[in-house]
C-alpha cells in the first residue's frame, strides 16, 4: 500500500515545476538543495511514478508531473483557504453593496460565496442597479461599497478592470444588416443616448428603436430573440450572439472603467474584507491600463 502524500511535498513539488531548478527552488523554500531532491524524491515514491526528468541544466515535468500540477495547486490553495478562514476573526454586521446588473450573475456570486464561508454572521444587502443610482445610494449613505462604470475618467476609486461596450447581434439573426438598423435600448437613459446612440449617429448609421428595457437582461433577451441588436459590455455577451466589430461597420462605444467606490461617511472591517473579495474577483478580468 503506498503512504499518504503530504501537503508539505506537494509545495516542494510547485515550486521546482515553477522554477524547473531543484537549486532554485531551494533557495525560495530557504532549504539546503539535498532537502529539496529528497522531498521529491519522497513524492514520486509516494505516488509511484517519475515527476520530473533531470538533465544538466535543471528538470522538465514529466506526463505524470504534468499531471500532478493542477491538483497539487487545487490542494495547496484549499489548504491556505482553510488555514486564512480559521485565523480570521469572526466579523460581524450589515455591508451594503450596490453593483451592475452585468455581474450579478457572474462576478458577484463568487465574491459573495467566498465571503458568506469566511464571515457568515455578517449581513450582506446587494443592490443591483445603473451606475447613476448606485453612486446616488453611496452619497445618501445607503451603501457601503459601490462598483460602478466609470466613463469621465473622473479617477475617482479602485479601477478594478476595463470592460468595454461594445454593439452585440446574435449569430442567427443578421438584424444588423437591416438598414434602418433595429436598436435595443435602456429606457430614460442618458448613457444610451449620449453614447450608444451617439456612436451611430457619429457614422451616418440610421437606426430605430425596436426595444426598450429597464434592465440589461432585457436587451440581451431581445439580442437572442433576434429582435434587435443592443449595447453590452464585453464581459456579458450572452451564448448564440457575437460583438459587432469595425469589420461589421461598427463603432465602439466606449471602453469605461469598472470602478469599486466606497463610502466616504463610514467603514468597518467587514467592509473592508468585502471589498478586497471583489477586487479578486474581477481579477481575471483586469487588463492593463493604457
Known sequence: MQ??????????????????????????????????????????????????????????????????VPYARR??????????????????????????????????????????????????????????RNLAALERDELDLAVVFDWSDQNKGEVLCVDPTVWVTSMV????????????????????RDFALRSLEQIGRSYRIAFIADTGSGLKNAVIAGLAVTTLSRSSIPPGCRELTAEDGFPPVDSSKVVLRRNSFRSSEAVRELAEMLRDAFQPMSVPMI
Open 3 to 68: 503512504e499518504p502524500i503530504e501537503s508539505d511535498l506537494l509545495r516542494t513539488f510547485l515550486v521546482v515545476a515553477e522554477t524547473s531548478n531543484f537549486s532554485a527552488a531551494a533557495q525560495r523554500i530557504g532549504r539546503t538543495q539535498s532537502a529539496v531532491s529528497t522531498q521529491i524524491k519522497r513524492l514520486e515514491a509516494a505516488i509511484g511514478e517519475n515527476l520530473f526528468e533531470r538533465g544538466a541544466r535543471g528538470v522538465l515535468l514529466t506526463r505524470q508531473g504534468i499531471q500532478l
Open 75 to 132: 490542494v495547496i490553495d484549499l489548504l491556505n483557504e482553510a488555514a486564512a478562514t480559521i485565523r480570521s476573526k469572526p466579523l460581524d454586521g450589515p455591508v451594503r453593496v450596490g453593483i451592475p446588473e452585468e455581474y450579478s450573475q457572474t462576478v458577484l456570486p463568487a465574491a459573495l460565496a467566498a465571503f458568506a464561508v469566511r464571515h457568515p454572521a455578517v449581513e450582506v444587502t446587494i443592490s443591483c442597479d445603473y451606475t447613476v
Open 173 to 192: 439573426h443578421r438584424l444588423h444588416e437591416i438598414d434602418p438598423l433595429p436598436v435595443a435600448t435602456y429606457r430614460n437613459s442618458t448613457w444610451s
